[in-house]
């Protein structure tokens, strides 16, 4: 009986585990081994919104009051697919797509769809709102599906376009960023599936330890932008403009504070619709300001001055004697409008933008220091956190002839990055230390902390005192030279600086009626806010860049003292008089 | 065991079979909770989306119109550019903060 009873026991015990370990096996396989299929089966179905769908963090712009608006998010809709096998009436099916979504496919191209048989899945209509993908789904017509669909969406649409940049499928099936912040920032904004939701056994079998610390948490997250939503409006608008009314090539523009290197704007035209790519060149697609080097001309004499003055071969004060044009390496350099101007001091090679003055700094300085210096300068990459970052074309400081530290010295024969020319000319405006470049301040995580990316890596360049020194003399480019000294800002120091470059005509030479326009300036000159370069190449029937981007610059200026209520540097009232200091017409 | 099996009032194939439908029964019951917390979990999460989209559609006007009064042509519009601006003197840098 006892032994009876042992084995009975034993029996049942038995079955029971069995019955649980066929149980376990089975939740095994349904939840962990086919568990993904399973979510997509079910999310592609009417009123699913879980793992299968496509999902990614945002990207968002900061205005100046730091309110997020975003550049980049997900729109939620509905997609219509039919299955031939399984359509019936065609006509009847084709009203009912057609009166939701008009222009989502054709007449002919519908009956094309539904005659293929061998099939059982066609997409005819895609980014449907909720109305009319529930108006749809309402009708429940055989043989036409209505599927929850999530996609990428751009409130900006052009806004910063090529700084955003794009995700789409590359060689796999996996939607990806390719450009701009969505690929540079792809770890962080991309999601591996699991939602709000997560399946309480799978975790138990798979990792208890995610639900309670996630690894994925302390990654993903949405990106905020240095990108302030007006002012890269306005910089769009404005370099739209330029590059229409002078027909050129291409334009650009960056907005930084040169303290930081947060960029505030960051524009290069012609751009895209980032919601409309289906007819966009490619080559739109890549972001000129960090990829495409220029020879940008005469910005570069302000560095060639304060390297001259850091290294202490010039003082403000120097003189030296301008003869118009020199021979160096059987190479003949002259000043913009090929006149000599005989004794004059340092300043007057910023102000008058002389060629010879630059070259005269760079013989002073020597081969050694000058390639020290623009090493330093543009010898490396900023690290700005867009993908694709260009090298600068500094070889000819590498060679002997001192033809290429002359010419560098002002411009030409070197060819540097938008990025790079900011960022060195940045140092000017930040105590002689160049500062990083860039476009993200920090990641939301999913935890909801806020994590602060570093981006204080710092250079050092030039002495403070020999960059402001340069300061000084930028400054009196506007106050004197620029529109006959009609830019003066009375209540605010300017400084500024023009640059006119000739274009390489590919074959070693340089054209004689093309150039490349660049500006640069910041202010306010001794404690500035804000730096901003900006150029157009190959502008038509206009020389200088002085007629192309001045009056742009200068409309910059006044937009952002008003937008951010700079307060004045100079021009305060003394005593009791607050009469009007300075009227411009 | 013997005397156990004396003493318990059901046998123990009755015991075993009882644990074993109350086991079903949780387990049939963990399963309904679960589908119901990823039922809730998902309209939640299709909620959220949902009103994401519709600030999205927010943000998108709000540009479009920053966009379009920056766009605006005052000239076209009838306005004239001033003859002239004036720049009046603060006090002090700080008395404007």
């Known amino acids: ?585 | 065991m013997y005397n156990l099996a004396h003493r318990l009032p059901y046998s123990a194939t009755a015991v075993c079979f009882g644990a074993i439908a109350i086991l079903a029964v949780t387990y049939i019951g963990l399963i309904a909770v679960v589908m119901s917390y990823a039922a809730l979990t998902v309209e939640f999460s299709q909620s959220v989306r949902n009103n994401g989209t519709a600030v999205a559609v927010l943000e998108q006007q709000y540009l479009a119109t920053m966009a379009h009064i920056t766009k605006t042509d005052y000239s076209a519009a009838g306005y004239a550019a001033p003859r002239a601006k004036v720049f009046v003197p603060a006090k002090s840098a700080t008395a404007l903060r």
């Open chain 1, 1 to 585: 009986m006892r032994a009876q009873f042992r084995s009975r026991i034993r029996l049942i015990l038995s079955l029971i585990v069995c019955a649980a370990v066929v149980i376990l096996i089975r939740l095994y396989f349904i939840q962990i081994v086919h568990g993904e299929e399973y979510a997509q089966k079910a999310d592609r179905q009417f009123s699913s919104g879980g793992s299968g769908l496509f999902d990614r963090g945002s990207i968002y712009l900061t205005r100046k009051d730091s309110t997020l608006i975003s550049a980049a998010t997900l729109a939620t809709g509905f997609l219509v697919a039919i299955n031939p096998q399984t359509l019936t009436d065609l006509e009847a099916a084709y009203a009912a797509i057609a009166a939701v979504a008009p222009s989502a496919i054709s007449h002919d191209a519908f009956l094309a769809a539904a005659a293929k048989k061998s099939r059982v899945y066609i997409e005819v209509a895609r980014h449907l709102s909720d109305e009319k993908g529930k108006e749809l789904s309402g009708r429940a017509i055989s043989g036409v599906q209505v599927l929850r669909e999530r996609w990428r969406y751009y409130p900006g649409a052009l806004l910063a376009a090529q700084s955003i940049g794009t995700v789409s499928y590359g060689s796999g099936d996996t939607l990806a960023g390719r450009t701009g912040l969505e690929a540079s920032y792809d770890s962080q904004l991309s999601r591996s599936g699991d939602a709000l939701y997560k399946n309480f056994f799978a975790e138990l079998f798979s990792n208890v330890g995610n639900l309670l610390v996630s690894a994925k948490d302390a990654r993903e997250g949405d990106i905020v932008t240095t990108i302030e939503p007006e002012v890269q409006t306005r910089l769009e608008n404005d370099i739209a403009k330029v590059n229409a009314r002078y027909s050129s090539r291409e334009s650009g523009g960056i907005i930084m504070d040169p303290a930081t290197g947060e960029i505030l704007a960051l524009v290069t035209y012609p751009t895209y619709d980032a919601n409309n790519r289906q007819t966009v060149d490619p080559v739109l697609l890549g972001n000129p300001l960090v990829e495409h080097v220029h020879e940008f001309g005469s910005i570069m004499k302000p560095l060639t001055m304060t390297a001259g003055l850091d290294a202490g071969v010039i003082t403000p004060e120097t003189t030296y004697t301008d003869t118009g044009c020199i021979t160096v390496n059987a190479a003949k350099i002259c000043n913009w409008d090929l006149k000599a101007r005989g004794v004059i001091p340092m300043k007057q090679i910023i102000v008058q933008s002389l060629n010879l003055g630059a070259a005269w700094i760079a013989t002073e300085l020597g081969q050694e220091k000058f390639r020290t210096y623009f090493t330093t300068l543009f010898g490396t990459k900023t690290g700005i956190d867009l993908p694709s970052e260009g090298r600068s074309l500094i070889g000819n400081l590498s060679k002997p002839q001192q033809i290429g530290y002359d010419t560098a010295a002002y411009g030409q024969g070197i060819a540097i990055t938008p990025a790079q020319m900011i960022r060195a000319l940045g140092a000017l405006a930040n105590g002689g230390v160049m500062v990083q470049p860039h476009l993200v301040s920090a990641i939301r995580l999913k935890s909801g902390i806020e994590r602060t990316l570093d981006w204080n890596q710092k250079t050092p360049v030039f002495s403070a005192s020999a960059a402001r020194a340069t300061a000084e003399m930028m400054t009196a480019v506007v106050d004197e030279k620029l529109e006959n000294g009609k830019a003066k800002i009375p209540t605010m120091s300017v400084a500024a600086k023009t640059g006119t470059a000739q274009l390489t005509d590919g074959h070693g030479g340089y054209y004689s009626d093309h150039y490349f326009h660049s500006f640069v300036g910041f202010f306010p000159s001794y404690n500035p806010r804000f730096i901003i370069l900006l150029y157009t190449n190959d502008p038509q029937n206009v020389m200088y860049a002085s007629d192309t981007l001045g009056t742009t610059f200068l409309d910059l200026v006044h937009f952002l003292i008003d937008y951010y209520a700079v307060p004045p540097d100079r021009g305060f009232a003394t005593g009791s008089s607050t009469s009007p200091q300075a009227t411009t017409p």
